[in-house]
Structure formats: C-alpha cells, structure tokens
C-alpha cells in the first residue's frame, strides 16, 4: 500500500501561484510513476500532470501546460506541483495519484490522495 497526501492548497487571486506538495509514504516511492488530477464541481475529473519514477519523462494536460511544473524528490517520497498564472477556472480539488509503472494520462493509477482544495478568485 502506498499512503498519499495532499497539501499546500488554499485560495489565491488570479495570476497568483500556488506549490501543491504530495508526501508519499508506505512502500519505495522512486519505484511509482506519479500524477496530478483535479476535480471541480459538477464535472469529471481531469487529468492535470504526470511524472515518471525517475522524473526524466512528465507529460501534461492541455489545460495546465505551459503554467505548471511537476517535479519530484525521491529523496523525501514528495512530488511537487507548482501551479501560475493560475485563472478562476483552476478551482477544483487536486488529488495526488500513484501508480508502478509508466506515467501518462490514460494509465490506471492504483493509490490516491484525499485532495486538497485550490480555489482562484477573480
């Protein structure tokens, strides 16, 4: 089992930046290719990132492109999201996800965070 949490959400203006930090913990992280996904009221949930064991490979969703950096620090069993230029429509709950194996945006991953809340205002 792999335990997975989220933190680092809260509110910002829009144009702002936030860091979201996911601490893993439960079985040897550098072997997980990880992900970020977001949810946001009423809709589907929406692949936002993902990053390879090693983090030489990451693969981002169109909606975040260009504004977010994934990183990843085997060292302390932390990936890392950093989010600017955020917009209103960034609002939804981010959700950390693990899985062994490749990264991507199609993958099934096996652990999830509980999420934690980003909330732009305009």
């Known amino acids: 089992q792999v335990q997975l949490v989220e933190s680092g959400g809260g509110l910002v203006q829009a144009g702002g930046s936030l860091r979201l930090s996911c601490a893993a913990s439960?079985?040897?992280?550098?072997?997980?290719?990880m992900a970020w996904f977001r949810q946001a009221p009423g809709k589907e949930r929406e692949f936002v990132v993902s990053?390879?064991?090693?983090?030489?490979?990451?693969y981002y969703g169109d909606s975040v492109k260009g504004r977010s950096t994934i990183s990843r620090d085997n060292a302390k069993s932390t990936v890392y999201l950093q989010m600017n230029s955020l917009k209103p429509e960034d609002t939804a709950v981010y959700y950390c996800?693990?899985?062994?194996?490749?990264?991507?945006?199609?993958?099934?991953?096996?652990?999830w965070g509980q999420g934690t809340q980003v909330t732009v205002s305009s």
């Open positions: 996800a693990a899985r062994r194996g490749g990264p991507g945006s199609k993958v099934e991953y096996e652990y």
């Open positions: 439960g079985r040897t992280f550098s072997n997980y290719a």
């Open positions: 990053i390879s064991w090693s983090g030489g490979y990451t």
